[in-house]
């Protein structure tokens, strides 16, 4: 049987259940039914909220994952290539990894208020480490024979590290925005939820205090479609820009 | 000597250059190290810190041994029996990139703003990395021996117990670890929601205790000892999982 099917098989049956319990439950604010939730995807969807707050929270984990590689990418190839600038950063990078960002929303809030600085502030926080750690792995991966054969051929360091070093790191760096997106994704989602005027995020929390329910459940699918999205989209960046690399088979 | 000295000297110099600069130019809420120092001992004396975060810390374990209960059995049975991980992939790939905080207000509405609600979170939160990595354990298990414990006559019941399970150990272990750190996150992400949306309603825990300190007193120094208490626990979990399972595992060389 094709895949499709078993999907919407699977999926028919949730459906079922689901509507069954909401029967059950017999209160629409709790728990609306299947057909309620269509019905207000299709509002929200129409009127354009949803793509206007899914595209807000989008942008966010985009600027945010470009100002964590901006700082680690540089730092992680330096530290993955010099033993003594690791020794001295690594303790700060040990220091803070254990503090998850979510923990820093409250300060956050207090130095960026409302607005768009908490969630980027938090998101770049969350996907720095995994970034920073996959490219100091994958820098330190390099085939040092490969190093030493450009350097006989009289390539000079930085020509080395751009035609050596970063090709060598691509896939292990890529993996690890990956992983920076799954743990990052969350914690934009949590930092809207406390801290910002729109995104995913506020959307579902607004909703909850207008006590609209289908609506809820309409932006939180929303998180999950998005999160998917920029993954798959993610994976395709990955086969584009390093063909050659060997699926690692990560799952997030 | 020396092989302190280097690591030791970058967080010498920020912590240094942190008081002198907050000194100089920060206000009187300004967080400083000597200031942290001095409300973090207070907040652990007076008992306050370590009450909060034995509340986050039994909501946790309480979340994450529902999760570890419903994954690993589901992952066991999804890894072994194709049927089922065929018609109960989609869901799972379904829920998974939804993230847990997000279903923060189904939480409240269900449960309320107390301990039910963030245990669900957080059961939502660790259930999947142990329930992907669980399957992953069982379907790496060598098809050779389990055709050679079923030629040998052994029950499918002793198979399992005796080959796939100890088998997708180490892998299971790797689902735990990465379940409890999230666990963790999420609880800490739960109760800042929950005091930030129920108005200061107390649900307790580390993570409302910061909200309380952002929203209600603003003492920005006793939020960063919640952030270094934060940073600690995670640290002191992640050592436990991996003391914890390695006991399990010694048999298999690493």
Same mark, same amino acid.
């Given at each position: 049987m094709a895949p499709v099917v078993v999907y919407l098989r699977t999926m028919a049956v949730f459906a079922l259940v689901w509507w069954a319990a909401a029967l059950l439950t017999g209160n629409p604010m709790l728990l609306p039914d299947p057909l309620r939730v269509a019905r207000a995807v299709v509002d929200v969807a129409v009127d354009g909220e949803l793509l206007a707050h899914a595209a807000i929270s989008v942008v966010r984990l985009t600027a945010s994952l470009a100002i964590a590689a901006a700082v680690t990418v540089p730092l992680g190839l330096a530290m993955g290539t010099s033993r003594t600038l690791e020794r001295v950063v690594d303790p700060i990078v040990e220091i803070l990894r @254990?503090?998850?960002?979510? #923990?820093w929303i409250p300060l956050a809030l207090f130095i960026?208020?409302?607005?768009?600085g908490l969630p980027i502030f938090i998101m770049a926080y969350t996907a720095a480490f995994p970034l920073l750690l996959g490219t100091i792995a994958g820098a330190k991966n390099v085939d040092r024979r490969l190093v030493d054969a450009a350097r006989v051929m009289g390539l000079d360091r930085a020509a080395i590290m751009r035609r050596v070093v970063i090709p060598a790191a691509l896939p292990s760096l890529l993996v690890s925005l990956r992983l920076g997106v799954a743990s990052g994704w969350t914690a934009v989602i949590a930092a809207e939820l406390v801290g #910002? @005027?729109?995104?995913l995020g506020y959307a579902i929390s607004w909703y909850r205090e207008m006590l609209v329910t289908p609506k809820v459940i309409a932006f939180i699918a929303m998180v999950g479609v998005s999160g998917y999205l920029y993954d798959l989209a993610l994976r395709r960046l990955n086969d584009w820009l390093t063909p050659w690399a060997v699926d690692t088979g990560a799952r997030l | 000597m020396g092989g302190l000295l280097i690591p030791l000297a970058l967080p010498a110099v920020l912590v240094a250059s942190w008081q002198a600069l907050g000194e100089a130019? !920060? !206000? =009187?809420r300004m967080p400083l190290p000597s200031r942290v120092v001095v409300e973090g001992v207070a907040l652990f004396a007076s008992g306050e810190l370590p009450s909060a975060m034995l509340q986050s810390l039994g909501r946790v374990f309480s979340g994450f041994l529902i999760a570890a209960v419903l994954a690993i059995p589901l992952g066991i049975l999804m890894g072994t029996v194709r049927v089922v991980e065929r018609n109960l992939d989609p869901l799972v790939e379904s829920f998974r990139? =939804? %993230?847990? *905080?997000?279903l923060l207000p189904m939480a409240i509405l269900w449960?309320?703003?107390?301990?039910p609600a963030a245990v669900m979170l957080v059961a939502y939160a660790a259930f999947f990395p142990i329930l992907v990595n669980t399957i992953a354990g069982a379907k790496s298990v060598d098809r050779n021996l389990v055709n050679a414990a079923a030629t040998m006559g052994l029950a499918p019941r002793a198979i399992l117990r005796n080959v796939i399970l100890p088998g997708a150990v180490p892998q299971i272990a790797v689902g735990l670890r990465v379940g409890l750190g999230i666990a963790w996150t999420a609880i800490v992400a739960a109760e800042l929601a929950v005091g930030a949306k129920s108005g200061g309603g107390g649900s307790g825990g580390i993570g409302q205790m910061m909200f309380v300190f952002y %929203?209600?007193? *603003?003492e920005l120094s006793r939020i960063v000892v919640c952030m270094a208490a934060v940073g600690v626990v995670s640290l002191t979990l992640d050592w436990l999982v991996r003391r914890g399972t390695r006991r399990l595992l010694k048999w298999k060389a690493t």
């Open positions: @254990p503090i998850s960002g979510i #923990a960026f208020g409302v607005g768009h #910002a @005027p729109n995104g | 130019f !920060g !206000g =009187v990139p =939804v %993230a847990a *905080i997000a449960l309320g703003t107390g301990t %929203a209600y007193s *603003i």
